[in-house]
Structure formats: structure tokens, C-alpha cells
């Protein structure tokens, strides 16, 4: 077999910030790189960017000053695409419009050589019909960067029924030679990272657009509550609103999933020219357009946000004794509260007391609390074998299995046992709390305060407000989650809250596409680690939480809000039915030792 082709001259065909970006990567791989740019100001603006990267990589001691030399020697621009005729590989990176592209591509069909292989940068677009509208459909293919390119390691590469094999070899050989990482994949809208990016990112603008939480609520919420790099809110001006308004539209047409239907709020931002950070304004407001600085508008809070004056907490009461309930204990006990920790039996509490006893020797340990630190918290935390316990705390927060009828039995108890005034908190994290808040004689008093596991390391707490919910009760756990150095968004009382009601429709897109043999669990997870800044790949993330759990949240979801696009992937269900639970059962996705 021919060894894949070299590539020594790319042409980049575009010049803004994904060209400049592909550019560099080329040309410091040691790639000749012809720059084919129409505007003059954005050709000066490339060789602007290239030299202060190449200068900072210098001044960090990546490379040397002779071989920076070297890299902007080898960079050189046009304006006009006869300059790609001695190309061998040319990648286009224009403006996300079929007409546009297409007029590109059959130019540069006229002008380059034979063998030359022509690769477009879409991400929305039908690269099968691009590349049809040439004479040679068998050396066109899709060459997926993301930004920024220098940084990001993920490329996709996208082959047609068209493409021939010995194309889509060189170039994954190229991409690999460059340092990155390529996935092949099939031509559909969106490709993998983007497919499940973007129906993440309109589900969310739907969210804002509704009023169910706030811009920064929202962005918050995934930042802190799944490890993500920005909010999703953030990420679209970061995007271009209207290119998320293009690829959505393209992803739309193709699957005809209501998710993918692009919110209106995208379409009225994208009308009145509110970009995102490229015009100055689009879900944020800017310091300048292309600035990355946020600055204050009439959607900001205001400081204090004039909530209502809330009730004193010097005692806590968490029910449970899984890890859950400990870690909330935790939590609590370090912050300085009195906590009382209740199970089902003095010994299950006192087990769940020595379990909170060795997660804080292990703060020890790493340095993050003194031993007298230690002491004092575990010294504040009262086992007890009984809710009656509970009879002085001002909150009461339960942590016990997510079943609608056990959590109203003991909130039942709680109503009971607990003082005139105490707040009743629930951690459900799928069931509807009114139904828990209606339970007792004082439904004003219960609240949701969703932790996340594990609760002393994660910072956020999703705080549900029911119909119902006092005013003061609201400020009161807002007030708290500050003094336990928590994270408070607000949420309204449906199913998911913020956090999994963006979550896992984006898991269950990633099963479909598994179960559609469009990519492997493996493809899927590099490509939204590598792609997307995720820190975990969805396949990962679901062997973790329990495709059991998963399942269960995702059916909470499809009978909520009744949407087709929600209903749980076959596959998903078809594993939880066998049995494959993920890390559990030692099978899920991918298959775990047995410990």
C-alpha cells in the first residue's frame, strides 16, 4: 500500500478566526500554508495573530526564535484562489452558507491539481451535496476543527458515500501528524461533537427564553454542577448566535426532532444583529464587540436582589445515612452548625457518623483541614437512631431513597416532629416537591435543595421553589447554601430542574447515535472530551451515574414534558433490562473489572 500522502502545501481558504487558527497549526507542523483571503484587513489581521502567538510561544520557551522564524516564512497570503493552483490539500473555512461554500469549492475544482484534495470546514452543511457540485466528488471530504484550532486536539474528519478511502486516509494521517486527534465520521448536521452540542445549547436558550431561571442561573448551574468549561448561555455568544441559528436549522431539517428546532429567542437575537461577543451583545451584554468582558445590563441582579428577611439556622437536621446524607452532614458540621444526623437505627447512624468521620480524616490528610478542624466539625454532629431527634432543628433536610411515597411518609413524620417554623428540605432531584410539600400541614415551610455528589465538593445547590414556598423560606436556604460556601440557583418545581433537564437529553442523543451505528462509545466520548471541554465523555458519565438512575430521570423527563425527542433511547433501555447497570455491575457501556 502507498504511504499517505505528505501534504507539504496547504491552502487555507478564509481567513478569520477558524482559518487563522487552522493556519498556524499548518504552518508550525511544517506545512507550506497559502492563506486565501478576499479581504485585505482580515489577510493583515492573520499574519498579525500568527506572529504574537509564534512571539508568545518564544517568550514561554516552546520554541526558539529561529524556528519561529521558520513557521512565519512558511505562512504567506492572497487574495485570490488561483494562489491554491500548487496545493495539495485545501481547506475552506468561509462563511456557513451553501451557495457561498459551494461557489468556493468549484473554484478551487478549476484551479487545483489533479490529486489535490479539497476538504470543507462545515459543520452544518451537506458535505455529500458540496461536494457532488464538483468534478471530483471522490477527493472531497469534511475536515471538522474546533476552536481554537492551535489548542483544540479534536478534528473530525467526514467522509462521503462519495469520498474515496486513500482520501480520508491521508488526511486522518495528516491530522494525527499535526498532534490532534481524529474521528471519523459519517455527513450529517452536526457531525458527533456538535450533533450533540448544539441540541444542549437550544434546550438551554429555551430554558432562558421561558423564564424558568435566570442567564446566570443557568450558566452556573452546568458550569458548577457538571464540570463544564462555560455555561451554555456564555458558549453561544461565545459561538455566534446565528451560527448556532445555521447549524440548528440544518440539524433540524435533517432529523425533524423538535429539540433541534431552533428556540425563538435565537432567531429574534439573530434578527436584530445581537450576535453574541462579535457584536458586543447577544445573551450577555459586552465591554466592546469581540471582548470577552461581561459587563452589567438590566438582566444583571442586583446585589442582595431584595429577597426577604430569613429565619435564624444554628441546628441542622440531615435524614439519611448514605453518602448523600453524610456529605451533606459534612458539609454543614464544617460550615459550624449543630448538625443531627438520623437513620433507621441507632447503628446505621452511628456507621454513617464513622463515614463522615474518615471523609474528614482524608481532608487531614490532602491538607484541606487542620486535625483540630476536624475535631471541632466531628465533635458538632449528633448521631441519632430517630427522627424525634429532630424535635430543635431549624432545618431539616432529608437525603433518603428517590421514591415519591417514602420521601412523603417521612416529610409526613418531619411535620410532626419538627418545631413551629422549621424549613423541610427534600434533595430530590426528580421528583415534583410540591407533591412532598403537600404531604405535611405546612407546605409553605418545604423547599428543594439539591446537593450534588459528592456534597463537599460540589459547589452547587439547585434551590426549588414551589407554588407554595414562603418568601422567607426561599431566602432562608439561600442564605444558608451562602454560609456553607454553596453555590445557590434558583429553580422552578419541574422535572430535571436546570442541571439534569439540560443533562441527560444530551446522554440519551449520544445513546441514539450509538444505537444508530452513526459513531462508537469510544468516537462519542473523544469527541465531546477532546470537542467540547467535557470532562467526562457521555458513555463515561452514564456508566458512572447508573444507567438505571439514567433511565429513570429520562422517563421523569419524557412524561413531564411529553416531547418525543425525550422519550429514552431503546439501547438505554434494552442495557438497564439485561441487567448492564454500568460500574456497579461491572457492565454497562464498556465492561469494569470486578473488584
Known amino acids: 500500500m502507498d504511504r499517505p500522502r505528505p501534504f507539504r502545501t496547504v491552502a487555507v481558504v478564509g481567513l478569520g478566526t477558524m482559518g487563522t487558527g487552522i493556519a498556524e497549526v499548518m504552518a508550525r507542523a511544517g506545512h507550506e500554508v497559502i492563506g486565501i483571503e478576499t479581504d485585505e484587513a482580515a489577510a493583515r489581521r492573520a499574519v498579525a495573530s500568527l506572529e504574537s502567538a509564534t512571539a508568545r510561544a518564544v517568550q514561554r520557551e516552546r520554541m526558539t526564535e529561529s524556528e519561529r522564524g521558520g513557521v512565519l516564512a512558511r505562512f504567506r497570503t492572497f487574495t485570490d484562489l488561483q494562489a491554491a493552483a500548487d496545493a495539495d490539500l485545501v481547506i475552506e473555512v468561509v462563511t456557513e452558507h451553501f451557495e457561498i461554500k459551494r461557489e468556493v469549492l468549484c473554484g478551487l475544482d478549476a484551479v487545483v491539481k489533479p490529486d489535490a484534495i479539497i476538504a470543507t470546514g462545515t459543520n452544518a452543511l451537506s ?34 458515500v462519495l469520498t474515496s478511502p486513500e482520501a480520508t486516509e491521508g488526511v486522518t494521517a495528516l491530522v494525527r501528524g499535526l498532534g490532534k486527534e481524529p474521528v471519523a465520521v459519517g455527513d450529517r448536521p452536526g457531525f458527533i461533537a456538535d450533533g450533540l452540542l448544539f441540541g444542549y445549547l437550544n434546550q438551554a436558550a429555551a430554558m432562558y427564553e421561558s423564564r424558568y431561571a435566570t442567564r446566570e442561573d443557568i450558566d452556573a448551574a452546568m458550569r458548577l454542577g457538571c464540570g ?21 436549522e440544518a440539524m433540524y431539517q435533517a432529523s425533524h426532532d423538535r429539540l433541534h428546532a431552533p428556540a425563538p429567542i435565537l432567531g429574534q437575537l439573530t434578527a436584530a444583529g445581537l450576535l453574541g461577543r462579535k457584536t458586543g451583545r447577544g445573551f450577555y451584554t459586552y465591554e466592546a464587540p469581540c471582548s470577552a468582558t461581561v459587563v452589567a445590563d438590566t438582566e444583571t441582579p442586583a446585589a442582595g436582589g431584595g429577597a426577604a428577611a430569613g429565619r435564624p439556622v444554628r441546628r441542622v437536621g440531615v435524614a439519611g445515612s448514605g453518602t448523600m446524607a453524610t456529605g451533606i452532614a459534612e458539609v454543614f458540621a464544617k460550615s459550624g452548625h449543630e448538625v443531627v444526623l438520623a437513620a433507621r437505627g441507632q447503628e446505621k447512624a452511628d456507621k454513617a457518623l464513622t463515614t463522615l468521620a474518615k471523609s474528614l480524616d482524608r481532608s487531614v490528610a490532602k491538607g484541606r483541614l487542620t486535625q483540630e478542624q476536624r475535631d471541632e466539625a466531628v465533635a458538632r454532629v449528633t448521631a441519632a437512631g430517630s427522627l424525634d431527634a429532630f424535635a430543635d432543628v431549624d432545618l431539616a433536610v432529608e437525603a433518603v431513597a428517590e421514591d415519591l411515597a417514602v420521601k412523603q411518609q417521612l416529610f409526613a413524620t418531619l411535620d410532626k416532629v419538627c418545631k413551629p417554623g422549621a424549613i423541610l428540605a427534600t434533595t430530590t432531584s426528580s421528583l415534583p416537591v410540591v407533591a412532598i410539600a403537600t404531604a405535611t400541614s405546612r407546605p409553605g415551610d418545604v423547599i428543594g435543595m439539591h446537593f450534588f455528589n459528592p456534597a463537599p465538593a460540589m459547589k452547587l445547590v439547585e434551590v426549588v421553589r414551589t407554588v407554595l414556598t414562603e418568601d422567607d423560606v426561599h431566602a432562608t436556604v439561600r442564605e444558608v447554601c451562602g454560609k456553607v460556601r454553596k453555590h445557590a440557583v434558583d429553580c422552578g418545581d419541574r422535572a430535571g430542574f436546570i442541571v439534569n433537564a439540560l443533562l441527560f437529553p444530551y446522554l440519551n442523543n449520544a445513546v441514539k447515535m450509538v444505537q444508530e451505528h452513526y459513531a462508537t462509545v469510544e468516537d462519542i466520548d473523544a469527541a465531546m472530551k477532546l470537542g467540547g471541554g467535557y470532562p467526562m465523555g457521555p458513555f463515561e458519565l452514564l456508566d458512572v451515574v447508573g444507567l438505571d438512575v439514567s433511565l429513570a430521570i429520562e422517563q421523569v423527563l419524557h412524561k413531564e414534558f411529553r416531547d418525543p425527542g425525550l422519550a429514552p433511547a431503546p439501547l438505554l433501555e434494552h442495557l438497564v433490562s439485561a441487567g448492564c447497570l454500568g460500574r456497579k455491575t461491572g457492565r454497562g457501556f464498556r465492561e469494569y473489572a470486578r473488584r
Do not use: W
Open 127 to 160: 458535505v455529500t451535496e458540496l461536494a457532488s457540485r464538483t468534478s471530483r466528488p471522490d477527493r472531497v471530504l469534511g475536515l471538522h476543527f474546533f476552536a481554537p484550532a492551535p489548542a483544540m486536539k479534536l478534528v473530525e474528519v467526514v467522509s462521503t
Open 228 to 248: 463544564l468549561p462555560m455555561g451554555p448561555l456564555a458558549l453561544l455568544d461565545l459561538i455566534g448566535i446565528d451560527t448556532a441559528q445555521t447549524v440548528l
